[in-house]
């Protein structure tokens, strides 16, 4: 980004939170350029206009470490002679898990070499943006709550008219601005898709509660009373639905998407007198006929915006912050005269990803759960990877271990997985680890720290390169991942094991909190064996990019750990014995102490590691499939499924993935819920779990590289195995991404399945 722009803001939006500023700025053109580029930086968010067309939303999202900026081509949106451009930018001041942001919104932006940001902008602190303090929940900061009567008109301010009024912009001196790296995007922008609801589900009155100063506007929802609208207090008009006032009900209307989404609401409103409110809540199912509009998780979560209508013509909806849903709440109040919703609509953002990846056999559960999974994936992958649509939109460095080799397998390797790994380790701390979500809260030391997803890197960028051949992005993050090796050498005691420093959130997997499991600032094997794993890994990888490192030391260092926690951990038995303690210890008995669990999840990353002697290799398989021993969920079942596999239980692995993802599917969702074997669906996480959640796409994994057989062995595929199960299949076929040629091959199979490669950038099995 050129170096004349500066950051800027309007005046008064210092230190306020929730606040958003509108700027603006004409320039010359003598004739129409063939190509003229605009950079745009924004925290935290922006929607830009040229000569009054919208252009685009942005930008992707950065971290306390680095501010990415966008850039577009506007050649085709200018023309000769005056022109202009317009920009409103947001920012919630507070730090969240979608943004760390300055003191105030900024904006920085350049068009050509002719317009820099500075004080040439006129920027205006918009009034409409209400600088309440309710929130939409903790992980994702503040409600969209708006006073549209305070809002200019677009066809106004756009174009120019009255801004000759507005403060000119005050240039930006924040010291966080400078602590930022600015880099480019690198990623394309999202795929924008305009979706209607299928249906209007619900309509009904609504007896609003009298308002409590110490609730949210979704609390006050949740406690409202639910009444039957008289019959002539609605009708439809062709597409319009014209609504009537005289009841003394609010009108509460429930529109369904058919499925989980993401991306921007719209609703057109018409005939408003001004001052009717409309509250804007959003779910994944409904709990008695109706969004359940406030959860209890850790924090409180308040799915609801608010928005009071101008006089005339409104147009509603987030326009800054992407909302997840499948169903779209309106609670409209406060009406005097006839309303008219014209538009009720999504312009849903996903990333641009290509179905590269095929699945279909004859066993309709698994053709079916290959498109669920493909689906959630889709859903999950924005300007990064995230948990879900609905709930966060967290970018979890602890997904990523699912989320990037499900995502390879589906649509190959993508410029998403590379701003991955720019945007987590743009906050690596100074000891070495990297907070397990990006961007974590500042301040927050330790307490964001997940160990595990620390480790789960080696095993990322082991699949990543074998996936792509990428040796320069390996490289280059290679000296990062040894400052994690270093982070976890200085926890090793005299022992000899290494331990999640004191804490952190020693996080595995929601099948041991859910069952009052806990692993934080305890010494366990699964942390030793994850050490000693990504040790070899780190040594692979600095052997396949010829870097140079000791590799004695790392040989050493794997040894000793391995060693050390098969002789701590080892019972009697033969097994594993975890110590742990209470995930909800104020509400034990004191002097309580909870036993040692044994779990298939310890036991697949010992098999994971390689350091299991063959005196033990046969009991520790045994415990995968060991009904009594304590079992992931959907999540870390990937590495479950994956030593089913490699210990000769394939079989057994493919009965687990039709025993439990099969009560995902059976739902009729066209997503994976977040949590199926422990606890299911909505009812999980104690009450908010979620429908649509990335990381549970471990069975596309097993279809893929068990099924169908297809595995690198080096990277970017140049040298693969074909290892073929049929298991009960009469057929099977599909097609895996690749990055490079393969030469033509004809490979025999047995009786129900043949295979062929043909030359392309996939290997196609038919």
Same mark, same amino acid.
């Given at each position: ?5 500066r950051w800027i803001?309007?005046?008064g939006?210092?230190? +306020?939170k929730?606040?958003?500023f ?10 129409r350029p063939?190509s003229l580029?605009l950079?745009?930086a ?6 830009l206009?040229?000569?009054a ?5 942005g ?8 501010n990415?900026?966008d850039?577009?081509e506007i050649?085709?949106?200018v ?19 979608v943004?760390?942001p300055?003191?105030a919104p900024?904006?920085r932006m350049?068009?050509g070499d002719?317009v820099?940001?500075d004080c040439?902008?006129k920027a205006w602190r918009?009034p ?5 303090e309710q929130l939409f929940?903790?992980?994702? %900061?503040f ?8 809002a ?10 009255d ?6 912009a005050?240039i930006a ?6 602590a930022?790296r600015?880099?480019p995007?690198a990623i394309p922008p999202?795929r924008?898709?305009a979706?209607?609801?299928v249906?209007?589900? +619900?309509?009904?009155?609504?007896k ?8 949210s506007?979704a609390?006050?929802?949740d406690r409202?009373e639910?009444q039957?609208?008289?019959?002539d207090s609605?009708?439809m008009?062709?597409?319009t639905l ?19 989404r993401?991306g ?5 409103i018409? %005939?408003?007198?001004?001052g009717e ?7 994944e ?6 969004v ?6 850790g924090?409180t979560y308040?799915?609801?915006?608010r928005?009071?209508?101008?006089p005339?013509g ?17 609670v ?9 919703i014209?538009k009720v609509?999504l312009l849903?953002?996903?990333y ?12 309709w ?7 669920v999974a ?7 992958m924005t300007?990064?990877?995230i948990?879900c649509p609905w709930?966060e939109?967290?970018f979890?460095v602890n997904d990523l271990? +699912?989320?990037n080799?499900?995502?390879l397998?589906l649509f190959?390797s993508?410029?998403?997985h ?5 945007l987590?380790?743009s906050?690596?701390?100074?000891d070495g680890?990297?907070?397990?979500v990006c961007?974590?809260?500042r301040?927050t030391?330790?307490?964001?720290v997940?160990?595990p997803a ?6 990322i960028?082991?699949e990543y ?5 990428d040796?320069d992005?390996v490289l ?10 270093s982070?976890?050498?200085?926890t ?10 004191q804490g952190?959130?020693?996080?595995y997997?929601w ?5 009052d499991?806990c692993?934080r ?10 050490y000693?794993?990504a040790?070899e890994?780190?040594l692979k990888?600095?052997?396949?990019t010829r870097?140079?490192i000791?590799? %004695? ?24 014995h975890?110590p742990?303690g209470?995930?909800?210890?104020q509400?034990q ?5 909870r036993?040692?669990?044994v779990?298939?999840?310890?036991h697949?990353?010992a098999l994971?590691s390689g350091? +299991?002697p063959?005196?033990?290799w046969?009991?520790?398989?045994a415990v995968?499939n060991?009904?009594e021993a304590?079992?992931?969920d959907?999540?870390?079942?990937f590495?479950v ?5 490699k ?8 009965e687990?993935i039709?025993?439990y993802?099969r009560?995902s599917?059976?739902t009729?969702?066209r997503?994976?819920?977040e949590?199926?074997i422990?606890?299911f ?7 908010a779990?979620?429908l649509c959640?990335?990381?549970t796409t ?6 893929q590289?068990t099924?169908l057989?297809?595995?690198p ?5 140049a ?6 199960h ?5 057929f099977?076929?599909?097609r895996?991404?690749?990055p ?7 490979l025999s ?5 043949l295979f ?9 099995i038919?």
């Open positions: 980004m050129i170096e004349q722009a803001t309007a005046p939006c210092e230190g +306020v929730n606040c958003a509108r700027a603006w700025r004409d320039f010359e053109l003598g004739e063939e580029l950079e745009i924004a925290e935290c968010n922006y929607i206009y040229i000569n067309l919208r252009i685009g939303n930008p992707a999202r950065g971290s306390s470490g680095v990415y900026f850039t577009w050649a085709p949106f023309h000769e002679g005056r022109n202009h451009v317009a920009i409103v930018v947001w920012s919630p001041g507070k730090d969240n898990f943004a760390a300055t003191a900024v904006l350049t068009i002719m820099f940001s040439s902008f918009a409409d943006w209400l600088p309440a929940n903790l992980q994702t %900061g409600m969209e709550d708006r006073d549209l009567r305070l200019p008109d677009d066809m106004q301010w756009l174009f120019g008219i801004v000759g009024e507005w403060p000119v005050k001196d924040d010291p966080m601005l400078a930022k600015l880099a995007r999202l924008e898709n979706v209607e609801p249906s209007l589900a +619900v309509v009904r009155g609504v609003m509660a009298l308002p409590n100063m110490n609730e506007h609390q006050t929802l409202s639910r039957f609208l008289p019959d609605l009708k008009v062709g597409e014209i609504l009537y006032p005289g009841t003394g009900l609010a009108t509460e209307l429930v529109y369904d998407f058919g499925q989980d993401i921007f609401p719209e609703i057109c018409e %005939g408003a007198r001004g409110t409309v509250l804007v809540s959003f779910g199912h409904l709990e008695k006929d109706r359940q509009t406030t959860y209890v998780l924090s308040y799915f609801t915006d928005y009071i209508l101008r005339g409104n147009r509603i909806g987030s326009i800054l912050r992407e909302r997840g849903f499948r169903y779209m709440q309106l409209i109040y406060g009406m005097t005269s006839p309303l008219r014209q609509g849903e953002h996903r641009p990803v290509r179905n590269r990846g095929e699945f279909f056999c004859d066993d559960m698994l053709n079916r759960l290959w498109e493909r689906e959630t994936m889709s859903l999950c300007d990064i990877f948990d709930r939109r967290a979890w271990v +699912v989320e080799c499900t995502s397998e190959g993508e410029a998403i590379r701003r991955a790994f720019d987590l380790f906050q690596q701390q100074e680890w990297v907070p397990g961007p974590a809260p301040g030391g330790l307490q964001l997940l160990p620390n480790l789960f890197l080696f095993q960028f082991d390169l074998l996936y792509s051949g040796f992005t280059q993050w290679l000296p990062r991942l040894e400052k994690i090796l982070a976890v050498e200085r090793r005691d005299a022992d000899g094991l290494v331990s999640a420093p952190s959130w020693n996080f997997d099948a041991f909190e859910f069952s499991v692993f600032d305890q010494r366990e094997s699964m942390f030793n064996f994850l000693v794993n040790l890994l780190f990888l600095n052997r396949l870097r140079e000791d590799e %004695g030391f790392y040989r050493n260092c794997r040894d000793r750990v391995g060693s050390a926690a098969l002789r701590i951990f080892v019972g009697k038995d033969g097994r594993l975890d742990c209470f995930y909800e210890p509400f008995p004191s002097g309580a102490t036993p040692p669990v779990s298939q999840l310890a697949a990353f994971l350091a +299991v063959e005196s033990l046969s009991g520790f398989s995968l060991d009904p304590m079992m992931p959907y999540y870390l079942h590495f499924l994956r030593e089913l596999v210990t000769g239980q394939a079989a057994a692995a493919l687990r039709r025993k993802w009560r599917l059976e009729g969702d997503t994976l819920c949590i199926g422990v606890d669906g909505k009812k999980a996480c104690w009450g779990g979620s959640h990335g990381f471990a069975p596309v994994d097993f279809l590289t099924v057989g297809i595995k062995l080096q990277p970017g595929f040298e693969f195995r074909v290892d073929i049929c298991f009960d299949l009469e099977a076929r599909g895996v991404p690749t490079i040629i393969i030469q033509e091959k004809r199979a047995n009786p129900h399945i062929f490669i043909f030359i392309s950038s996939s290997i196609s038919l």
